[in-house]
């Protein structure tokens, strides 16, 4: 979100300042340099009637199916970077927390109605 918001005021700002140009690649460098670290999180989702909630800052997540949930809260200021494949339909997935356990994991899952809930506490 932070990132967005310094892309669209940067956008403005160039669009209104006729005397100042930024190529793409001076306005990505201006971003990353600015915006202290660049989060990593990827989410694809193939499928109808998935939902997402994430509060991380560094997550694969891959749903392919319908009717999905998955839930993910990070607790930790260090990220897990944790991998998450869900192949399915109608699977909940909620993980509350991380640790060391937790770090550089790959959780995955294939089949209906799955229900996995893990629970970390630091």
Same mark, same amino acid.
């Given at each position: 979100m932070k /990132?967005? &918001? @310094? &892309?669209? %005021?940067l956008l403005v700002y160039c669009l209104t300042? %006729? $005397?100042q140009q930024l190529s793409e690649s001076q306005l990505? +460098? =201006?971003?990353?340099m600015n915006s202290g670290y660049m989060y990593n999180t990827q989410i694809l989702q193939l499928? /109808? +009637?998935n939902q997402v909630v994430i509060d991380a800052n560094n997550i694969e997540l891959t749903q392919i199916g319908e009717g999905q $949930?998955? =839930?993910y809260t990070e607790t930790s200021i260090i990220p897990s970077e944790i991998k998450v494949n869900i192949e399915g339909n109608g699977s909940y997935v +909620? @993980? =509350?927390g991380n640790n060391q356990i937790m770090n550089n994991v790959t959780i995955n899952i294939e089949g209906d109605n799955r229900n996995v809930i893990i629970? /970390? =506490?630091p």
């Open positions: /990132n967005k &918001l @310094i &892309l669209t %005021a300042s %006729a $005397q990505m +460098e =201006y971003i990353t499928g /109808n +009637e $949930q998955f =839930y +909620e @993980i =509350y629970r /970390n =506490y």
